[in-house]
């Protein structure tokens, strides 16, 4: 890259061109000028260039730069212009040096002759001047009458550099601003002191005034505030927001950064719930917005009013209960709400079932309910009644088993398998696990004996704990009833995931928030499904048939009965498919509800399009177009709920004292025999800490790191390679049965070899 640029220079109709260093500044330039056109010292020279239809002068280094930057930029060969004007030096008077003293008189000097020669003539340089009679002053008219009059001494201004002070450091408060109530009014006044770094003491606080002044003697700061004539609002009287006190005094625990004035900050901060806002991050935060310093009580008591405010009172919610309850069901006919109480009318319990979601179940739905943590009473029995084939999936809590027998004796009553794996401890051993899966989810007795046989044979205690739990209970080769291929209670889990933020609510809106989402969701769904087309699927129900459909392309199937019976071969086994029953020797179809693999390939052999009609109506979205054309509606504003007089009084459970120590954390009560898991960062893999609390550097590749580790733990688990072992591949298979083919002692002998039951392992069926 070249060091110099090229341009031409003007002057007085001359052209030179000149080649610039790159790095040359304003004066060399200058000189660079002088020296081409011979310009001597008493001229200056003047620089200048064409932008466009601009000139562009150039008087220092920054115009220089910018020159510079003008003829380098882009590939263009045009030289620029540089015009140069020539400018003559004016020496001033002052300047010039003198022979002689001025304080002193010269050699010939004769005042007397001075005196009588000033009255004829006035000599000034040499040269006579005229007399104001002979000369006409053309500056006569002008006039000092109306000069404007001399401002006032300049005040000097000192700069306020407000290093660390937030923007936003005025609030402004005025005379006939309105508050909704005299706590507003005084947070705002109380934001207003600590954003502007003074304090102030209250002059006078009642239920009708509120008066504030500075608090430094002989301040004149002050604003009062009093209730409005309507006895609704507070109304700004007087402010006077000058303060006549220095304002140096320093604040290291400011009188009005109250707990509760905290909590009003923090509440916009706050409506997140799924936010992890500590006490430590508010001293930080507060400390950062509004310079000042606040204790760890401080911020514990104003978190806590802020959760107050935002979710209301926890005691009088159970007061709130029964008015909700009542209201809900004039909104929404068809509900079922009970409250139960203790013999001192404390709460225990409420129950809230959704008609919305009951009249699906009954008519759409499949007979299914899935039960986490909750207990059924005899008077529940009203919402669903006796259902036909009605299966329950729940862990195996004592309470509700008993209450499956009392409440619903003739239905199916299956244990969650995922609870029931943990129960039995296999540990970390993920081959065990999925074996276990697999176990659970065999749909003949064949394959299920046979997976089983192997879970005895490494995990002989958890065989064990299978075996008292009853197989008829979380199998579904030996499952007496219906349970509708679900293995585990995940749903209910979900929704317990779904609400882990909002657990710790209010009762009453902890229930409105079930209301949302139920209404939410009804409200979604509706709108997806409102094009349905009769013997369409589902999207989950499409996607498993489209997969068995891909499965079963190549399997052969022989008719034993056209349209009724047929054989299929599916490669490993043989089946029997019965369109009259709707059943398969494969056991898929009439335990999941879709056809199987072995009734698509017989519908293909019988040129069918379609095995649509062969799901179950549950499986369609005709189907769920109807479970959700019910309307959920809102209870409207509490103060236009209906207050009736005779509703039962709940009052706030009976709490035992609270005990010493750090109190328990939102974690879930894991079931018993249930493994806490190891949580860790996924940004830096540290256990201390999860993602969200990490403040590490990212890594430069975190991929390239993880396939870097990945691929370093599979060489550790691969076999040494050996030159020969290319070629002579089927005598290496041959000797991991047969033992080494390398004499004894020698290094090759000596590496393991791969063992025929590492293929056994992985085998998925006998």
Same mark, same amino acid.
């Given at each position: ?31 660079? $000028? ?6 001597? #010292? ?331 943590? $909750? ?5 529940? #029995? ?7 084939? #009605? ?85 579904? $080769? ?120 072995? $009734? ?167």
């Amino acid at each position: 890259m070249s060091r110099i640029f090229r341009v031409l220079l003007v002057c007085e109709g001359l052209t030179f061109g000149a080649s610039i260093a790159k790095n040359s500044t304003y004066a060399e330039f200058v000189n660079v $000028a002088k020296n081409k056109f011979n310009i001597g #010292l008493e001229y200056d020279i003047g620089l200048s260039y064409n932008v466009g239809k601009n000139f562009v002068q150039i008087v220092d280094d920054d115009d220089m730069a910018f020159f510079k930057y003008q003829v380098t930029k882009g590939k263009s060969t045009v030289l620029h212009t540089v015009y140069i004007n020539k400018i003559e030096k004016v020496n001033a008077s002052s300047s010039e040096t003198f022979e002689f003293d001025l304080n002193l008189p010269p050699d010939e000097f004769d005042e007397n002759e001075i005196y009588q020669n000033s009255e004829n003539e006035i000599y000034q340089n040499s040269e006579p001047i005229l007399s104001n009679d002979q000369f006409d002053h053309k500056w006569k008219s002008n006039t000092f009458s109306y000069m404007p009059l001399p401002p006032e001494q300049p005040t000097q201004t000192i700069k306020n550099r407000n290093v660390g002070v937030p923007k936003n450091v005025k609030k402004i408060i005025k005379m006939g601003d309105e508050f909704d109530s005299k706590e507003l009014c005084m947070a705002d006044i109380g934001e207003k002191a600590i954003l502007e770094g003074f304090q102030f003491r209250p002059r006078k606080s009642c239920t009708n005034r509120y008066d504030v002044v500075c608090r430094v003697e002989g301040c004149e700061w002050k604003i009062v505030t009093a209730k409005a004539r309507d006895n609704i609002k507070w109304v700004v009287g007087k402010v006077h927001d000058v303060h006549t006190c220095d304002r140096t005094q320093l604040y290291p625990d400011h009188r009005n950064a109250s707990a509760k004035l905290l909590g009003h900050l923090l509440v916009p901060k706050m409506g997140d719930p799924s936010r992890v806002y500590k006490p430590k991050d508010i001293v930080n935060d507060i400390n950062l917005e509004y310079n000042i310093d606040i204790s760890y009580k401080k911020a514990w008591g104003g978190r806590n009013l802020a959760l107050e405010t935002l979710s209301g009172c926890p005691k009088n919610s159970f007061s709130q209960l029964p008015y909700y309850c009542y209201n809900l069901k004039l909104k929404n006919p068809g509900w079922v709400t009970h409250i139960e109480t203790d013999d001192e009318d404390r709460f225990e319990m409420v129950f809230i079932a959704f008609g919305v979601a009951i009249r699906a179940f009954l008519d759409h739905l499949r007979p299914l309910i899935i039960i986490d943590a $909750a207990h059924l009473k005899g008077t529940y #029995l009203e919402c669903i009644g006796d259902v036909e084939d #009605l299966a329950i999936i729940s862990d195996r809590h004592l309470g509700i088993q008993q209450a499956c027998e009392t409440v619903y004796p003739d239905a199916f009553h299956g244990f969650c398998c995922r609870h029931l794996m943990l129960n039995c401890k296999f540990g970390q051993s993920k081959r065990l696990k999925a074996l276990y899966w697999k176990t659970c989810k065999c749909y003949t007795v064949d394959e299920f004996t046979y997976a089983f046989a192997q879970i005895e044979q490494k995990a002989v205690e958890a065989h064990q704990k299978l075996l008292e739990a009853g197989v008829m209970y979380w199998s579904r $080769a030996f499952c007496p009833g219906k349970r509708y291929n679900y293995m585990t209670s995940n749903t209910a889990e979900s929704i317990n995931n779904l609400t882990r933020h909002v657990r710790r609510s209010p009762i009453s809106r902890l229930m409105e928030y079930y209301r949302e989402l139920v209404q939410s969701w009804f409200c979604d769904k509706r709108e997806k499904y409102q094009d349905a087309r009769a013997g369409e699927l589902s999207d989950w129900a499409s996607a498993k048939v489209k997969d068995r459909v891909c499965k079963s392309a190549n399997w052969s199937v022989k008719p034993i009965e056209h349209r009724r019976i047929y054989e299929v071969d599916d490669r490993r086994k043989k089946h029997i498919v019965k369109f009259r029953e709707y059943t398969c020797t494969c056991r898929k179809w009439q335990l999941s509800g879709l056809p199987c693999g072995h $009734a698509i390939a017989a519908c293909r052999f019988q040129g069918m399009t379609s095995c649509n009609h062969l799901a179950q109506k549950w499986f369609r979205t005709t189907t769920l177009k109807a479970t959700y054309q019910a309307l959920i509606y809102p209870l409207g504003e509490i103060p236009s709920w209906e207050l009736p007089t005779n509703l039962q009084v709940v009052k706030p459970p009976s709490m035992a004292k609270r005990q010493a120590g750090r109190p328990k954390n939102k974690d879930r009560i894991r079931s018993q025999g249930e493994e806490p898991t190891d949580n860790s960062c996924q940004r830096c893999g540290s256990s201390a800490h999860t993602r969200g609390e990490c403040n590490k550097p990212l890594p430069k590749n975190p991929k390239k790191a993880m396939k870097k580790k990945m691929r370093a733990s599979i060489d550790l688990q691969r076999l040494p390679q050996y030159p020969h072992a290319r070629s002579q591949g089927s005598r290496y298979q041959e000797g991991s049965s047969q033992g080494s083919r390398y004499p004894e002692g020698s290094s090759q002998g000596s590496q393991p070899l791969m063992s025929q039951s590492y293929h056994l392992d992985n085998m998925s069926h006998p």
